[in-house]
């Protein structure tokens, strides 16, 4: 079991940087891919990063290529978001994931992922 909790979120002007981070609980983090989702305002929930077990990969959605990078430190069970040039479209709440089967390639589908934390409210202002 893996218990995931967020934090970092905030309000933010287009083209500034914010840092979301998700601490994770329970002995097995480290083998756990580990992904971060979104869901825009009326909209479905939709992927925008994941990063394997040993830090070797790294996928990205297209819209935040470039921008934003994901990473995580076993050692204290977190995983970050580095979130560069921020977008009025980036606006979100902002979802950590755990993927309890550590495949390759990392999976991008919603349904794939086991655990949730409970979300952290990303806004970005033009």
């Known amino acids: 079991q893996v218990q995931l909790v967020e934090s970092g979120g905030g309000w933010v002007e287009a083209g500034a940087s914010l840092g979301l981070s998700c601490a994770a609980s329970g002995r097995t983090f480290n083998r756990y891919p580990m992904a971060w989702f979104r869901q825009p305002p009326g909209k479905e929930r939709e992927f925008v990063a994941a990063i394997n077990w040993s830090v070797s990969s790294t996928a990205y959605a297209e819209s935040v290529k470039g921008r934003f990078t994901i990473a995580r430190e076993n050692a204290k069970n977190t995983v970050y978001l580095e979130m560069n040039s921020v977008k009025p479209e980036d606006t979100a709440v902002y979802y950590c994931?755990?993927?309890?089967?550590?495949?390759?390639?990392?999976?991008?589908?919603?349904?794939?992922?086991?655990?949730w934390g409970q979300g952290t409210q990303v806004t970005v202002s033009s």
């Open positions: 994931a755990a993927d309890a089967h550590p495949v390759l390639p990392l999976r991008v589908k919603p349904y794939e992922y086991e655990y």
